[in-house]
């Protein structure tokens, strides 16, 4: 059974770069068919596909975050990183690490999802 875990700060002032990591264990990221991706939820908000990157490295991310957003796979250390850059304090929410069959992850039942992370955008 794939093991994902997000980690990084829990905490981040506005306009700074948030820096995630997902620890995948049980599954290689570069060997098998999945799409790895950042799901998120903002308080009273539903899910929102941040990105995500397949096994094969192609990289697609939501067209509204598209701009402040890089996801990367580290295939040494089998992890899936996120950069979300000039962070507002609308970005707060619930970072999720998923691999999924699908791209687009909107339903938790889909797919293997990580705990969570949860990133406050504060001052």
């Known amino acids: 059974q794939v093991q994902l875990v997000e980690s990084g700060p829990g905490l981040v002032k506005p306009s700074q770069t948030l820096s995630l990591t997902c620890a995948v264990l049980?599954?290689?990221?570069?060997?098998?068919?999945?799409?790895w991706s950042w799901v998120r939820q903002a308080p009273g908000k539903g899910l929102e596909w941040v990105g995500g990157?397949?096994?094969?490295?192609?990289?697609y991310y939501n067209p509204a975050l598209e701009s402040r957003t890089s996801i990367a796979k580290d295939a040494i250390k089998n992890h899936i990183t996120l950069q979300l850059r000039s962070v507002r304090y609308e970005d707060t929410a619930v970072y999720y690490c998923?691999?999924?069959?699908?791209?687009?992850?909107?339903?938790?039942?889909?797919?293997?999802w990580g705990p969570g992370i949860q990133v406050t955008v504060s001052s």
């Open positions: 998923v691999r999924a069959r699908q791209m687009t992850v909107l339903s938790k039942t889909l797919g293997s």
């Open positions: 049980g599954d290689s990221i570069s060997a098998d068919d999945y799409w």
């Open positions: 990157v397949r096994y094969v490295d192609d990289t």
